[in-house]
Nanobody, 115 residues
Framework: QVHLVESGGGLVQPGESLRLSCTTSSRSIFDFSSVAWYRQAPGKEREFVASITGGGTLNYADSVKGRFTISRTLAKMMYLQMNSLKPEDTAVYYC?????????WGQGTQVTVSS
């Protein structure tokens, strides 16, 4: 069974940065046809943040363009570098991997942006 595990969340002040990590129990992050980050704020639906396709195409939500960067290593890791954080970025962040018809999600990591 494939697992995805997020880490790196925490409490930061507005304007600061965080880097989230997602590691897979599968052989490689490239085993997935696409990998992505989503987030869910309290009382809101889960929303798309950023993704990388197998071919390397990057996509970002408008709300994070220019501030967040998604990347992956040649091995098992995917990252989300978050700069210039805002209070509205506060949410639980999830990584997602799609392989064929299978859809895998991590358990989430909390990011809180507050002064």
């Amino acid at each position: 069974q494939v697992h995805l595990v997020e880490s790196g969340g925490g409490l930061v002040q507005p304007g600061e940065s965080l880097r989230l990590s997602c590691t897979t129990s599968s052989r490689s992050i490239f085993d997935f046809s696409s990998v992505a980050w989503y987030r869910q704020a309290p009382g809101k639906e889960r929303e798309f943040v950023a993704s990388i396709t197998g071919g390397g195409t990057l996509n970002y939500a408008d709300s994070v363009k220019g501030r967040f960067t998604i990347s992956r290593t040649l091995a098992k890791m995917m990252y989300l570098q978050m700069n210039s954080l805002k209070p509205e970025d506060t949410a639980v962040y999830y990584c997602r991997g799609v392989r064929g018809t299978a859809d895998y999600w991590g358990q989430g990591t909390q990011v809180t942006v507050s002064s």
